[in-house]
Nanobody
Framework: QVQLVESGGGLVQAGGSLRLSCATS????????MGWYRQAPGKQRELVAT???????NYADSVKGRFTISREDGENTVYLLMNSLKPEDTAVYYC?????????WGRGTQVTVSS
């Protein structure tokens, strides 16, 4: 069974940086879209950034210019480099992989940005 495992979350001061990673624990083939989502307390889960196999990258307006998504297809790994973090970036961050066979989510990693 495919599982996604996020890492790299933690507590950081405003203006700091974190790098999240997401890797699979099982075999998954032909991943089309890799992405990051987040959910803050009391809010709906929202898209942060996505990257398609064709090279299309999409960011939420709130993170453009501060966050960078990257992927290593050979390793089935996706990263999210987060710079200039703000308290409003505090949330649980989830990775998501999609291919023709399914839609896979990680369990999330907490990111807390203190002011």
């Amino acid at each position: 069974q495919v599982q996604l495992v996020e890492s790299g979350g933690g507590l950081v001061q405003a203006g700091g940086s974190l790098r999240l990673s997401c890797a699979t624990s099982g075999s998954i083939f032909s991943i089309n879209t890799m992405g990051w989502y987040r959910q803050a307390p009391g809010k709906q889960r929202e898209l942060v950034a996505t990257s398609t196999a064709g090279g299309t990258i999409n960011y939420a307006d709130s993170v453009k210019g501060r966050f960078t998504i990257s992927r290593e297809d050979g390793e089935n790994t996706v990263y999210l480099l987060m710079n200039s973090l703000k308290p409003e970036d505090t949330a649980v961050y989830y990775c998501r992989f999609r291919n023709v066979y399914g839609d896979y989510w990680g369990r999330g990693t907490q990111v807390t940005v203190s002011s």
